[in-house]
């Protein structure tokens, strides 16, 4: 079974920097894809960041490209996201994810694609 374990999250002041960490276990292979989506309050689960299979591509939403960024380092089966130039807009609970195991495609922007969901941490930033 896998599971994904975030960490890092917490109060920072807008235009501040977060890491969060997401460490993975349970998977057959470190090539499959990994993200990253948020959910604010009383606001739809949307995604933030995506390293394709292989980890040879990177996609951002919109409102993050420039500030964010996610990576991976497989030795210690963890992604990251650096976050940088916080925002209040920002404040959600940040979720790990990644597909079931056998997928080898699909839209990493679609909550769809994603099989395995961590619990999520919480981002506050204050104005």
């Known amino acids: 079974q896998v599971q994904l374990v975030e960490s890092g999250g917490g109060l920072v002041q807008a235009g501040g920097s977060l890491r969060l960490s997401c460490a993975a276990s349970g998977r057959t292979s470190s090539s499959y894809a990994m993200g990253w989506f948020r959910q604010a309050p009383g606001k739809e689960r949307e995604f933030v960041a995506a390293?394709?299979?292989?980890?040879?591509?990177?996609y951002y939403a919109d409102s993050v490209k420039g500030r964010f960024t996610i990576s991976r380092d497989n030795d210690k089966n963890t992604v990251y996201l650096q976050m940088n130039s916080l925002k209040p807009e920002d404040t959600a609970i940040y979720y790990c994810?990644?597909?079931?195991?056998?997928?080898?495609?699909?839209?990493?922007?679609?909550?769809?694609?994603?099989?395995?969901w961590g619990l999520g941490t919480q981002v506050t930033v204050s104005s």
């Open positions: 390293l394709s299979w292989g980890g040879g591509f990177t």
């Open positions: 994810v990644t597909p079931r195991e056998g997928a080898r495609s699909g839209n990493l922007y679609s909550r769809g694609t994603y099989g395995y």
